[in-house]
């Protein structure tokens, strides 16, 4: 959630901010408008609320007077003043109650404004290169897509996952699912040397907690309900690990906070129903590890680019090539001031209809400066400034699983359609050192 006062305190600006999100002009005008409107209403009815109450207290100071003066009659009449200036006041209240709904709603749905080292673009085609590493494989074949691979060999599944649950669903066995489970737990080793605290969190959340990350109201049709309770399954485990210390006050000196997690993660996908529906790249269940930060605000920028290094690593010690892309102000989410996103070679598979060999996101590592802090109340008290602020939030995955097992798959195949094990996860599988 944005900081209202910046809105009312400089609206050009903030105008000129939502169009660099991709409004346009009458779009992010009206959207300021309604915010200064609905601003105005709340603090006039609180004031004219709050003169009530002050009058309110002056007649019930008047009557002890009046009554020891003997004048009861007059004293009668002041507390009948009173109370018809109590039901007004509640009424009031009521409206400023209203008034604060309305208020939130319009601001709770605005996104978060980009960095000014953000490009301003309308989508991907405006994302700037930021580096590559790694060298692509060459083969004396031609490469196959990780699904093909796994249909060879009978160790992906996607019939039978359709039978049992339907489509984006699927079945990994023998020594592709034994691959997908070393990459959590080397990924989540590797993390682990670098200062970040392991965490396994719920991996089902109330509302409060998905309002409180930035998933409701906006994307609400893009996770799954338990039908009948207030509960829903995570669409990725920044949200309970974000919300960790929801609505509490943490210490300066326990500053950052850096925790990573693995974790099944469920989405339905709205909307995109035609789009990457081949292999692994959009499942509706997937696993991924996750990397939170919780710092000071002048911190935040630091802990990202140290953030997208973490990640980075994982497909250094695998030797995979990737590239990192810094998103456009129009293409990054709706809670970031800035997002790395790391792009994969994927020799075996393509994308928009292009020949063999493409990138493909692997992570994306986001600095939500304090707009998720805002709507989860995450503070810490400060030393060098009064009262308290709010934390800055990061995530980023590190890696998401089921894209780096289709990066493994594809980088390091053979012509025969087996796979070698990388070298650094050869102590994760248990001798298996080519997967058959």
């Known amino acids: 959630m944005l900081d209202w006062r910046l809105i009312v305190k400089d609206p050009k600006g903030f105008v000129a901010a939502l169009e660099k999100r991709g409004y346009s002009h009458d779009e992010a005008s009206s959207a300021c408008q309604k915010v200064l409107d609905l601003s105005l209403a709340r603090v006039s009815k609180q004031q004219e609320a709050d003169l009530l109450k002050a009058k309110r207290n002056q007649l019930s100071q008047s009557v002890g007077s009046l009554m020891r003066e003997g004048k009861k009659d007059q004293a009668e009449a002041v507390k009948l003043e009173a109370k018809t200036i109590g039901e007004q006041i509640s009424s009031l209240e009521a409206g400023v109650t209203e008034s604060e709904a309305s208020f939130n709603s319009a601001i709770e749905r605005l996104p978060n404004l980009a960095h000014e080292s953000v490009p301003v673009g309308k989508g991907e085609k405006e994302n700037k290169f930021v580096r590559g590493w790694g060298v692509k494989p060459e083969f004396k074949f031609k490469p196959r897509s990780h699904d093909e691979i796994g249909e060879l060999s009978g160790q992906i599944d996607f019939d039978r996952a359709a039978k049992t649950t339907g489509a984006r669903f699927v079945f990994l066995r023998s020594g592709l699912a034994q691959l997908e489970r070393a990459l959590a737990n080397f990924m989540i080793d590797l993390h682990r040397t ?46 309970p690990l974000t919300s960790l210390y929801a609505g509490e006050m943490l210490a ?54 140290a953030m997208l290094s973490d990640a980075e690593d994982v497909l250094q010690k695998l030797k995979i090539a990737y590239r990192v892309m810094l998103l456009s102000s129009g293409d990054m989410g709706n809670n970031a001031q800035k997002t790395y996103d790391i792009e994969v070679w994927l020799p075996g598979s393509t994308h928009e209809g292009a020949e063999r060999g493409c990138y493909r996101e692997i992570s994306s590592c986001s600095d939500c400066s304090d707009y998720q802090a805002r709507r989860s109340s995450i503070r810490f008290k ?43 996860l050869k102590p994760y599988m248990g001798g298996l050192e080519v997967i058959k």
């Open 194 to 239: 670098k200062g970040y605290q392991e965490i396994v969190p719920p991996y089902i959340v109330n509302a409060a907690t998905m309002y409180g990350i930035g998933q409701f109201p906006k994307f609400s049709e893009d996770v799954y309900k338990l039908e009948g309770q207030d509960r829903y399954l995570i669409p990725t485990s920044e949200v």
């Open 252 to 305: 300066e000196e326990d500053l950052p906070q850096k925790f990573v997690a693995f974790s099944p993660c469920f989405r339905s996908e709205a909307g995109s129903y035609g789009k990457d529906t081949r292999g692994l790249i959009r499942q509706h269940q997937f696993h991924k590890v996750e990397l939170v930060k919780l710092c000071k605000p002048e911190d935040s920028l630091n802990e990202l680019e």
């Open 382 to 424: 400060s030393t060098e400034f009064k009262g308290t602020r709010f934390v800055h939030t990061l995530n980023g995955s590190g890696l998401a699983v089921g894209r780096t097992l289709i990066a493994v798959i594809e980088n390091y195949q053979n012509e025969d359609g087996s796979v070698t094990v990388p070298e650094v």
